[in-house]
């Protein structure tokens, strides 16, 4: 645990009664609700998550959460050990103690990361702008834009996080996020993405008096819920999940190239195309394929991931379709789709494209292809090196500007920037890829100092940089 040594008198006094029985209340409510969540023993997490790991983790996070509680009796830890014993202890040490007695637990976004020194944290869930914290050690393992559960403190002028650290996958976070905000809210909770028995653990203790400070204390065990039920789920699942498309297909990329037969113009392809209501356009170049039946039950696997994209009007997206120097390309998540897409678009194009040529790509090759990085296999100086991959990606980003992206609903950037909404999410995808190739850095040294700050600045949005 980090910081132990300022907390060692607190931890050694925890250890006696009637703190003990106390301290062991607020860990079971930490543990708890996530073994009820995934069916493992109270006993069996500590093997399953590494005994490292969760103590510096889980029992980092209740000892904390434990500092700040007053009880029945109105007795509070730190209160008491500063009025016993705080006169062995240095100022500093005094101070840090009083600091963690009146701290809360909150979900806060990374930035500005200066390793060794500093960074800055933005909290998620109460909002408002973000901090300078003072830190060491972290700074050396967090990336930009990672999300975290802490502490964030005040000693002195400085500003600090506490021992208890949780680095949370982003989609988990997101989950966390609304289910916090909903717990605070006056009505009953009814976060679909909170089980019943979460619900019954944590509402009461919210609904309390909702949005306090106290309230947001006493719900300081959900960030540790939420991250052990994610990392045991992880942990015990397979590291390549079976991935299926929303109707429960095999996810397999698939590619159709057409063509233009001899005479033909992309005037003549973009007309066809524009008038059937399957094709979306979606910029000049490029249209997204849907679905026009009602919207039905996702089709289940067990032990699987589905995937799915949507446009704002809820319509499901099977594929799409781009012209390409006198081609029309036809992308498809799955084989179905590929040979449904390829029927419909030969029966309206007819004998103005050739046949097509087919390519496909499973999830490893995928995975394999990404992995690939043949100029670090060059044997050319490390700044050679570098600079080639910087020259690479600079380019490749360019395009993509320019390009539909799936995540944007199929516009490229510069277009989605030019809405309120789609501001938002070109924030959401420039952030996955700086925190994606981050992590991707500790396996290639030349990614780990790209600067993606052009792109901000190319798109207009610096100041959403935060």
């Known amino acids: 645990m980090a910081n132990k040594h300022l907390l060692e008198g607190l931890m050694n006094r925890s250890m006696r009664d009637p703190w003990r029985d106390r301290f062991d209340q607020i860990l079971e409510d930490h ?11 109270t006993d069996d997490v500590v093997s399953i998550v590494g005994e490292d790991l969760f103590t510096s983790t889980v029992w980092a996070c209740a000892f ?51 390793p060794g020194e500093s960074f800055r944290a933005r909290d998620l869930a109460r909002g ?5 914290i003072n830190e060491r050690s972290a700074t050396h393992s967090l990336k930009p834009w990672d999300r975290i559960a802490a502490r964030v403190i005040q000693v002195g002028s400085k500003m600090q996080i506490g021992g208890g650290v ?8 997101e989950t966390c996020i609304e289910a916090l905000r909903e717990l605070q809210k006056r009505n009953k909770p009814k976060q679909r993405k909170l089980s019943k028995a979460m619900r019954e653990v944590f509402g009461d203790k919210a609904m309390a008096e909702p949005g306090s400070a106290e309230a947001l204390r006493t719900l ?15 942990i015990q699942r397979p590291a390549i999940p079976d991935l299926r ?25 973009e007309t066809v195309l524009d008038a059937c209501p399957e094709f ?30 949507r446009l704002e009007d809820g319509v499901l997206v099977l594929g799409s379709v781009e012209l390409k120097a006198n081609t029309l390309v036809l992308a498809a998540n799955s084989q179905r789709r590929c040979e449904l897409g390829c029927t419909l678009l030969s029966a309206l194009l ?17 995975i394999a292809s990404a992995h690939r990085t043949v100029p670090e296999q060059l044997d050319i100086p490390d700044e050679e090196r570098c600079a080639v991959i910087h020259e690479t990606l600079d380019r490749h980003y360019r395009e993509v500007l320019d390009n539909p992206v799936p995540m944007l609903g199929g516009k490229s950037p510069r277009a989605a920037v030019k809405t309120n909404s789609g501001r938002i999410k070109v924030v959401e995808w420039l952030k996955m890829m700086e925190n994606t190739t981050a992590k991707a850095a500790d396996h290639n040294n030349a990614l780990a100092v790209y600067d993606f700050g052009w792109l901000w600045t190319e798109l207009g949005i610096d100041e959403l940089r935060r």
């Open 31 to 41: 543990l708890l609700p996530a073994c009820d969540e995934t069916g493992v023993a």
């Open 64 to 114: 904390e959460d434990f500092l700040t509680r007053e009880f029945e009796d109105g007795a509070n830890i730190v209160d008491d050990y500063l009025k016993r014993r705080g006169w062995k202890e240095p100022a500093s040490v005094r101070a840090y103690m009083a600091a963690m007695r009146n701290s809360t637990m909150s979900l806060y976004e990374v930035s500005d990361i200066v």
């Open 128 to 132: 408002g702008e973000s901090v300078l």
């Open 166 to 173: 949780l680095l949370f996958e982003p989609e988990m976070a």
């Open 220 to 234: 300081s065990p959900m960030f540790t819920t939420f991250w052990l039920v994610d990392l045991i789920e992880r």
């Open 245 to 269: 498309n929303f109707e429960g297909d095999e996810l397999l990329l698939c590619e159709a190239r057409y063509p233009f037969a001899a005479g033909a113009t992309c005037n003549q392809i």
């Open 280 to 309: 979306r356009r979606a910029d000049a170049t490029f249209w997204n394929w849907v679905s026009l039946k009602k919207p039905s039950a996702r089709a289940s696997s067990r032990g699987s991931l589905s995937f799915e994209t």
């Open 350 to 366: 007819g004998e103005r494209v050739q046949q097509p040529l087919l390519k496909t790509e499973t999830v490893d090759q995928i």
